[in-house]
C-alpha cells in the first residue's frame, strides 16, 4: 500500500495473520509502526525504542521502525488529528506502539486513544499490574499485586452518547423516556445531562472469552467479572451474565464458578480448573486493597477497567511505571497507561518504565519471549539500585536522579550485560 506521507523501510517484512488459525507469523526483521505521541510522549518513547532495539538485537533480530503521526504532529503534518495513512499503516501491519495522546476534557475533538482502538477493533484493553523491586508504593505489600486487567474497549462509556442540558435536544430525549417508554420514574427536574451507554453480547463475550483463554494459557487461578448489575442490570448486570455462559459453553472443562468450588471442592480449585466469579465494581476497589492476592485476572466493561486498572497502578508505584496494550484478532497497539503529562514535555525528565514495558507486552505477542525477558530484568535492576527519574528518586533514599535518556542508556546496558 502507498501512504502519502509515511516511510516504509525496505529492509523490513510485515508481521501476517491467519485468521482461521488465529496466529500471526513473525519474520526477524519485523516492521512495527511507533507513534510518538503529545507531551513526554516525545520523550519517552525515542528511549523506549533504543531499548526494545537493544532487546531486539541481543536475541538476533531487528525492529524496523516506521515512524506514523498523531495528535499533535499529524496536525503540523495533515492538519488533522488522526491522518488515514496511520490507521492504515498500524492496520498492514499489525503491530504497533504509541506514546500518550492529550485528549481535551470538556470540549474538543474526543479522544484519539478511542479513535484508535475502535477503528482497528482493538477490543481488549489489557493492562498487567505487577511489582518492580525497589519501586516505592503507598501500600505494605506491594508484591502481592500480581493482577491482568481485561478492558472492555469499544462499548460501554466508550460509545455512549449524551445530551447536553439545557438543550431541545435533551428534553426530548426527557419526554420520550418519560413519556413514550413509560417510565416510572421521572427524570431530575431543571437542567440535566442525559446520557445512554450500550453494552452488547457479542462485545462483552469476545473480551470474556479472551480473559478465560489468558488464564488458561498463563496458569491463573481465577477470572473476575467486575460490574454494577446490582443497579444497571441490561448493561452490567447482562455483562454479568454474558461472562458466566462463555464460562459455562466454551470452557466447560477448564472452568467452573464459585458456587461449585465451595459446593464440590470446599473452596480448593483443582489445579486444572480457572474460577470464574463476579464482584460488584466498589467492592472490588476495596477488595484490591484488602485481598489483594485472590486475583488473578479481571474482566470488566469499560469504565470499570479504567478505574480498576489505575488503582491496581497505584498500589505497585504508580502510573509511570504501569504498561497496557490494546489487542484485536491478529493485532495489538501497544501503549503506556499515563497520560500526556504536557508540563513534563521536552525537559527528558519524564519516566518511560511504563512505555518499555507496554513495549514488553508487545514482544511477548510477536512470541520474542526471550527479548520480553530481558527488558523486564534490565528494567528491575535499574529501579532496584535506585537509578531512576525524578518521580521514583524523590521518594527513595539514597537514589540516583537520571533523565529520561540517561535511563534508557542504562537499561540498555543491562540488557547488553544480561545477554
Known sequence: MSYENVDIPESGEKITYDEETDEIEVPDNPIIPIIFGDGIGKDVAPAAQKVLDAAAEATGRNIEWARVLAGGSARDEYDENLPEDTVEAIREHRVAIKGPLTTPVGAGFRSLNVALRKKLDLYANVRPTYY???VPSPVKNPEEMDMVNFRENTEDVYAGIEWEA??????EVRDFVEDDMGFDETIHQGDVGIGI???????????VRRAIEYAIENDRDSVTLVHKGNIMKFTEGAFRDWGYEVAEEDFPEETIDED????EYDG?????KV????????NMLQQLLTRTDNYDVLAM?????DYLSDAAGAQIGGLGIAPGANFGDGRVLAEPVHGSAPKHAGKDKANPTAMILSGKLMLEYIGWDDAADLVHEAVEAQISEHRVTYDLERQVEGGVKLSTSEYAEEVVERIEDLA
Not at 474460577?275 to 466498589?282: L, P, S, T
Request: hydrophobic share 30%.
Open 260 to 263: 461449585t468450588l465451595w459446593e
Open 166 to 171: 439545557g438543550t431541545d435536544d435533551v428534553e
Open 132 to 134: 518492580l523491586d525497589g
Open 197 to 207: 451507554k450500550p453494552i452488547s453480547e457479542f462485545g462483552t463475550k469476545r473480551l
Open 268 to 272: 480448593e480449585a483443582p489445579e486444572d
Open 301 to 305: 466493561p469499560n469504565l470499570n477497567g
Open 275 to 282: 474460577v470464574v466469579k463476579d464482584r460488584i465494581a466498589d
